[in-house]
């Protein structure tokens, strides 16, 4: 690769260092529709992150020996959930 050259031709087509500087006027504020009750209530809030769970787990810690560990990270992805519900099925 080329040092004098950008990594990626893609363009946003778009001049951002003049939408940076620009300065919002007075007569702009015109444009923007009346805020209302009725879009007030209309409003969410969306506070964002994951919504919380029904069964929510609780952190432990647990030492088991290397042997078991290995041979249930050897069942692949989601071992740690699969060990969870069999543990969950033991009385």
């Given amino acids: 690769m080329n040092a004098n ?3 990626s031709r893609r363009s946003l087509k778009s001049d951002l260092a003049r939408i940076d500087t620009h300065t919002v006027k007075p007569e702009e504020y015109d444009e923007l529709p009346e805020l209302t009750e009725e879009m007030l209530r ?3 809030v969306n506070k964002g992150g994951r919504p919380l769970s029904t069964n929510p787990r609780k952190l432990i810690s ?3 020996p290397t042997d078991v560990i290995e ?3 050897a069942t692949g992805p989601g ?3 699969r060990m969870a519900e069999r543990l969950s099925k033991v009385r």
């Fill in 42 to 44: 209309r409003a969410k």
């Fill in 5 to 7: 050259r950008p990594a």
């Fill in 62 to 64: 647990l030492r088991l």
């Fill in 71 to 73: 041979r249930w990270k």
């Fill in 79 to 81: 071992w740690q959930t």
